[in-house]
């Protein structure tokens, strides 16, 4: 009986971890989808920006990853010691999906770009929290962690390049849709 339960509760742990990055995925892909389309193809993006395509292609993988790693970091942690590694887990989601509703939805990569440094902490900190739980929970985050690297040289090269030419009309966004301009 027991290992049923503990079947059921590692199941349902999975299933949480995964519904949790895949709604996050999902509001990322909303959010982007309102500049995709009108205002992003406009500006100007640095060398070695990738196709649009490619994007939802690589962060959907790290999205499971991410979820694979909180399981796993969550399954590793002694009873009632999971908070703060958790607590930090869903602090580099938030921010996660903050950057995402700065950049595409309020259409500002000066404010994405401020954001940044503090995401790319929040998931160096959880990658180090997990590293002490269960290290490959942490290893599965590191190419979550140089995606957003990469990520980091291309909203500062979009910032660099259509401050000198001047940013192209912002058009609707989710400030406007929510009525905050």
């Not at 404010?111 to 959880?126: K, Q, S």
């Not at 957003?148 to 259509?162: D, K, Q, R």
Request: proline share 8%; net charge positive; aromatic share 14%.
């Amino acid at each position: 009986m027991a290992s049923i339960l503990g079947c059921f509760r590692a199941c349902a742990g999975l299933a949480f971890f995964l519904g949790i990055c895949a709604g996050v995925f999902a509001l990322n892909g909303v959010i982007t989808s309102l500049s995709i389309e009108d205002w992003y193809p406009g500006l100007i993006k640095p060398t070695g920006t990738p196709p649009d395509w490619v994007f939802p292609l690589v962060w959907g993988p790290l999205f499971v990853l991410m979820a694979l790693a909180g399981w796993h970091a969550w399954r590793s942690c002694s009873p009632g010691s999971c908070g703060p590694a958790m607590t930090r887990f869903a602090c580099q989601l938030g921010l996660n999906l903050g950057w995402t509703a700065l950049f595409f939805g309020l259409r500002s990569p000066t404010l994405a770009l401020l954001e940044l440094p503090l995401l790319l902490a929040a998931i160096g900190v959880t990658i180090t929290t997990f590293w002490r739980i269960a290290p490959l929970a942490a290893l599965a985050l590191v190419p979550y962690l140089l995606w957003v690297s990469y990520a980091a040289y291309l909203n500062a090269g979009i910032l660099f390049l259509n401050r000198l030419s001047g940013f192209p009309g912002r058009g609707p966004s989710l400030a406007t849709g929510l009525g905050l301009v």
